[in-house]
Structures are given as structure tokens and as C-alpha cells.
């Protein structure tokens, strides 16, 4: 079973039309969730890191949320350049690598 | 740029072949970690190395074997490749080596074909 699932795999939004990408996850106890956005032929550029349910960050048009179970990646207002691809990766505690889920490819059309 | 340096950029061998990918981690940061990202799988962790030390490993193969140097860099080596070997590869390096949640700060990759 993965431990960190996104959707959808793919979306397509008008400029200005907001919208939520998921990522749930499974894990015993959760050290951290991280957001990454990876543009095309580059490493992926961190976000945002949330550490407990309830907790929300901010940024431009981006907000992340956390809860229990999973977390939403909000899009307020999008423009062509927040088109990529965006990763979420939770971390357990313990001495454990970051796992990442497959991400979600998004397009924003002008 | 993220201050983490990977080469080379590009790289076309053949099967049977044998790789080296070198990384350079940001200043200051001590730990070193190693992904593969196919299309289909993802971003998957190889290894992580802390102060020179193997720290974690994942699914690692055994044709791949990586160590981090005194002076922090890192080298990812590859060995009797496959064609299902092709992929990028990133360095990732972060301060610490697991005591909080780790930011990772990624390089560029370095994109490996294998005909």
C-alpha cells in the first residue's frame, strides 16, 4: 500500500479558476508533510512543510492544509506560471527518508 | 539555483555499462540524499548519507553503491546498467541528519538514457 497518494494525477484549470489538489497519506506517526512544486526537466522546489492537523500555510496564491489524514493544496486564482507538477512527501518520525507520492500535473491555460 | 550542483546534466551510455553521478550539498548542509524518478514510479529514495556516514537506505540496488567524502560531496554509482535504469536522478541535502523534519533542498538531476 502507498503511503502517500495524490489527486487527480492531472488537472486542467482556466486562468483564475481555483481549485484543490489532494495528497492522503498512511503513516504510524507523522514528523512532517511537505509540499514541492517541479517544473519540467528540474528538481523539485520545496513549498511548504506542515507539522500537525489543523495547521494551514500561505503563500502567493497557494495554501496548504493539514488534516489527520490527508492535506489540500489550494489554488486561488490561478495563472499560467503555477503550471507544474506538484509533490507532496510525508516524513515519520524516527530516522526516515521523505516519501513521496506520484504528484499531481497541473495546467493552467491563459 | 538551489546551491545543490549535480553532474553531469545529461548522460547516454549503453547496457552493461557502469556511471558515476556526482553531487555537491549546499553550504553548510551535512546531509546527502539520493533519488530516482521514473515516469511511472515516481520519486523514489535510494540512500542517504550524513557526515560521511550511510545513514538510510531504501531500495537501493545492489549494481548501485554511493559514499559521501570528507569534504561532503557525493558520488552515486551505477553499474552493469539496464535499460530500466534510465531515469533522473537527484541529490537532495538538508542541515541535519534525521533530528527534526528535513527540508530537502534539490539539484537539478542528472538525466541518465540507457540504450
Known amino acids: 500500500e502507498d503511503q502517500v497518494t495524490q489527486s487527480p494525477e492531472a488537472l486542467r484549470l482556466q486562468e483564475g479558476e481555483s481549485s484543490s489538489l489532494n495528497c492522503s497519506y498512511t503513516v504510524s506517526g507523522l514528523r512532517g508533510l511537505f509540499w514541492y512544486r517541479q517544473d519540467p526537466g528540474k528538481g523539485p522546489e520545496f513549498l511548504f512543510t506542515l507539522y500537525s492537523a489543523g495547521e494551514e500555510k500561505e503563500k502567493e496564491r497557494l495554501k496548504a492544509t493539514l488534516t489527520k489524514k490527508e492535506s489540500f493544496l489550494h489554488i486561488t486564482a490561478p495563472k499560467p506560471e503555477d503550471s507544474a507538477t506538484y509533490l507532496c512527501?510525508?516524513?515519520?518520525?524516527?530516522?526516515?527518508?521523505?516519501?513521496f507520492g506520484k504528484g499531481t500535473r497541473l495546467s493552467v491555460i491563459a | 539555483d538551489s546551491g545543490v550542483t549535480q553532474t553531469p546534466k545529461h548522460l547516454i551510455t549503453a547496457t552493461g555499462q557502469r556511471v558515476t553521478l556526482r553531487c555537491s550539498p549546499r553550504?553548510?548542509?551535512?546531509?546527502v540524499y539520493w533519488y530516482q524518478q521514473s515516469l511511472d514510479q515516481g520519486l523514489q529514495f535510494l540512500i542517504q548519507?550524513?557526515?560521511?556516514?550511510?545513514?538510510a537506505k531504501g531500495n537501493i540496488l545492489e549494481r548501485f553503491s554511493a559514499q559521501q567524502f570528507p569534504d561532503l560531496h557525493s558520488e552515486l554509482n551505477l553499474s552493469s546498467l539496464e535499460l530500466g535504469d534510465s531515469a533522473l536522478y537527484f541529490c537532495?541535502?538538508?542541515?541535519?541528519?534525521?533530528?527534526?523534519?528535513?527540508?530537502?533542498?534539490f539539484g537539478a538531476g542528472s538525466r541518465l538514457t540507457v540504450l
Open positions: 548519507y550524513y557526515n560521511g556516514e550511510e545513514r
Open positions: 553550504s553548510g548542509d551535512l546531509s
Open positions: 537532495a541535502s538538508s542541515e541535519n541528519g534525521g533530528a527534526g523534519a528535513n527540508v530537502l533542498t
Open positions: 512527501a510525508v516524513q515519520e518520525f524516527g530516522n526516515t527518508p521523505l516519501v
